[in-house]
């Protein structure tokens, strides 16, 4: 399912992202690796991501501010 529109991010990618991080990123951070460096164009996708990484990286520290 794709979760970013504007840019044609997939669920599938953002987890694979996750998947080699070795602490929580913010979303922001989740975005740019999993878009190959783009911005979110109308940022409606950045709730659903933080979502993402609340459910998938509840063990993981979160990443420095």
């Known amino acids: 399912m ?6 044609a ?13 070795d602490h929580a990123p913010d979303a922001e ?10 911005q979110p164009a109308c940022c409606t996708c950045l709730d659903t991501i933080r979502d993402m990484i609340d459910d998938y990286c509840p063990a993981l520290p979160e990443a420095a501010e």
Do not use: P, T, V, W
């Open 9 to 21: 991010i997939s669920d599938k990618k953002l987890l694979k992202e996750l998947q080699r991080m």
């Open 2 to 7: 794709f979760i970013c529109i504007c840019n």
């Open 29 to 38: 951070e989740l975005y740019a690796r999993a878009s190959g460096g783009a």
